[in-house]
């Protein structure tokens, strides 16, 4: 009789490199997400939020924004509602469903020929704590982002 187990007989432990689980992503810190599909907006908020001191990345739709978030941790995301691939409302749906905790901005120009109140009160619905109507003042967007950063905080 030998003391190797039969094939038929399972081990009794595991080795730990059999048991241990994927290793975890580790995420890197930014303050900010904004997603918008017109360059030129993101090409602004973005120099606003850089001369601000705030660390961010972009995206120009929701579907490139929640690759983003497999990579990053957020404080704070920023959105627009009307974009192609996926829109703010498709995005804050499913951020939200994820139980991500950074607050969202959403912010509209209100999209064929739409008032961008209208366009924002769904975002609202769906879980957006902030929202401003394009055109909106840089000192007012950062006034916000400020606001919305510190009350994250708090």
């Known amino acids: 009789m030998t003391d190797d187990p039969s094939p038929s007989t399972p081990p009794t432990s ?3 490199s059999a048991t241990a689980g994927p290793v975890p992503v580790q995420l890197t810190a930014r303050d900010v997400l904004l997603i918008d599909d017109d360059e030129s907006v993101r090409c602004v908020l ?4 850089k001369r601000n001191g705030f660390s961010f990345e972009s995206a120009g739709n ?5 690759a983003l978030l497999t990579r990053h941790k957020f404080r704070l995301v920023i959105t627009d509602i009307f974009m192609p691939d996926m829109d703010g409302l498709e995005f804050i749906m499913k951020y939200t469903a994820t ?3 950074a607050p969202i901005l959403a912010i509209s120009g209100g ?3 739409s008032l961008a109140d209208t366009s924002l009160k ?3 619905l769906l879980g957006s704590q902030r929202t401003l109507a394009k055109p909106f003042g840089l000192k007012d967007f950062i006034a916000v982002v400020q606001d919305m950063l510190r009350e994250q905080a708090a």
Do not use: I, K, M
Request: aromatic letters at 0%; glycine letters at 14%; hydrophobic letters at 40%.
């Open 14 to 16: 595991l080795p730990a």
């Open 46 to 49: 973005s120099e606003v939020l």
């Open 62 to 66: 929701g579907r490139a924004a929640l």
């Open 99 to 101: 139980n991500r905790r």
């Open 111 to 113: 999209g064929r020929g």
């Open 122 to 124: 769904p975002a609202q």
